[in-house]
């Protein structure tokens, strides 16, 4: 499996923005399908965002459509997450995932479909 670190979480007002990064270990980073997704307290992990092998392809939960916008560079072995917009519901920690190697095939958006995950980062909007 990949190995994924988060990082660029915080604690932020209402409206403002934040960019996570997801630093991935490996040589093989453009053959994963990356997300992240997001777990409030008491609740299911969710989907939020992903984007396919190559980062021609993006899929975003219809909550953050608009607001959030994910890319990748592969060259770096790092994914993105910029989170404009903020709103108190985004308080969550966010995950980084990986899908499993060379399925490329498709943009996945359930946790089932990856096979890799970051420890998390906490982002909490205030109101």
């Known amino acids: 499996q990949v190995q994924l670190v988060e990082s660029g979480g915080g604690l932020v007002q209402a409206g403002d923005s934040l960019r996570l990064s997801c630093a991935a270990s490996g040589r093989t980073f453009d053959s994963y399908v990356m997300g992240w997704f997001r777990q409030a307290p008491g609740k299911e992990r969710e989907f939020v965002a992903a984007?396919?092998?190559?980062?021609?392809?993006?899929k975003y939960a219809d909550s953050v459509k608009g607001r959030f916008t994910i890319s990748r560079d592969n060259a770096k072995n790092t994914v993105y997450l910029q989170m404009n917009s903020l709103k108190p519901e985004d308080t969550a920690a966010y995950y980084c995932?990986?899908?499993?190697?060379?399925?490329?095939?498709?943009?996945?958006?359930?946790?089932?479909?990856?096979?890799?995950w970051g420890q998390g980062t906490q982002v909490t909007v205030s109101s």
């Open positions: 984007i396919s092998c190559g980062g021609g392809v993006k």
């Open positions: 995932a990986a899908g499993h190697l060379y399925q490329c095939g498709s943009v996945y958006y359930s946790p089932s479909d990856f096979g890799s």
